[in-house]
């Protein structure tokens, strides 16, 4: 089996003709490889921007890309035709489906489609580095150049947030656990419903806990202090999309607020609960009182 890491690089544009933004792509970049993820091969390539007159100050500033540079480029479909060649029949891996999610917004725009053509197969390198470090947490994604400082890769950051060079920085982190965990169990079918359902669901937090997607048991809190489950004192309270309510131990007399969150994804719902302690809410007011 072989593999090819894809980068974009794309510019915020507003299109008159869509009344909306677009992530406009304005840069190819990838490796390709063999099954044991020695580079075979090297793609790069800049677009010509079609939709934004100018490139944002963050992204002159990340990419150092001018807009001059970008006038000798291709439009987004050759690019994209000449990748979907180079890809041929492997396993296309992203650092996280951002850049699948602007490949998705870029053909909708252009073709009014949101499949990618020359996508069959898939896999989410940020995913499987997470995973294999015992660091995934879908509320706090790694970043490309955090994960190759925590796995001692090194690079230049100068380099970096130029496509093919951070389709090499992503290889250099896959190569840290090749050994020991199995890439393979990581590729899913693309070229599928299922696939751009799950890439087009938009996440949205549960606000009314009458919803059939809540889990009632999941109100309960137990107290820190001796295990048993308090008591609800008062009625459930939504702030910042956040349930919250006060609760007391008949057990030991312990008081403190419960908070709890339900975000709906495409196939299940993810809950976040914490318990606050009230001299943590005390300590976090007499702050406020002093700071004004």
């Excluded at 490309?144 to 250099?172: I, N, P, T, W, Y």
């Excluded at 609960?273 to 007011?285: G, H, L």
Aim: hydrophobic share 35%; with cysteine; proline share 1%.
């Amino acid at each position: 089996m072989s593999y090819v890491i894809l980068d974009l690089e794309w510019n915020g544009s507003y299109s008159k003709s869509a009344h909306r933004f677009v992530n406009e792509i304005i840069e190819f970049g990838a490796v390709k490889t063999d099954d044991e993820f020695n580079i075979t091969g090297t793609f790069s390539e800049l677009i010509t921007p079609k939709i934004g007159k100018k490139l944002s100050g963050r992204v002159k500033e990340l990419t150092k890309i001018t807009f001059e540079e970008l006038a000798g480029g291709v439009d987004f479909l050759t690019a994209a035709g000449r990748f979907g060649e180079f890809l041929g029949d492997d396993v296309l891996m992203t650092w996280g489906t951002s850049d699948i999610h602007a490949l998705i917004d870029n053909y909708r725009y252009y073709l009014d489609e949101v499949r990618i053509p020359f996508l069959k197969r898939y896999c989410d390198i940020q995913e499987y580095c997470e995973k294999a470090m015992g660091k995934y947490d879908e509320g706090n994604q790694i970043g490309l150049g955090v994960c190759a400082e925590m796995l001692g890769v090194e690079f230049s950051e100068e380099d970096q947030h130029r496509a093919e060079s951070d389709a090499e920085l992503s290889l250099k982190c896959i190569k840290k656990f090749t050994g020991t965990v199995n890439v393979n169990d990581y590729i899913m079918k693309a070229d599928c419903d299922e696939f751009y359902d799950r890439m087009l669901f938009k996440n949205y937090f549960i606000t009314d806990l009458k919803a059939p997607e809540v889990d009632k048991n999941q109100l309960k809190f137990r107290c820190e202090k001796c295990g048993r489950v308090a008591r609800r004192v008062k009625k459930w309270r939504l702030h910042n999309k956040n349930f919250t309510s006060d609760f007391q131990c008949k057990n030991c007399g312990n008081k403190f607020t419960g908070r709890i969150s339900f975000k709906r994804k495409y196939d299940a719902v993810k809950i976040n609960k914490r318990i606050i302690d009230n001299s943590e809410k005390e300590n976090k007011s007499a702050e406020e009182a002093k700071s004004t």
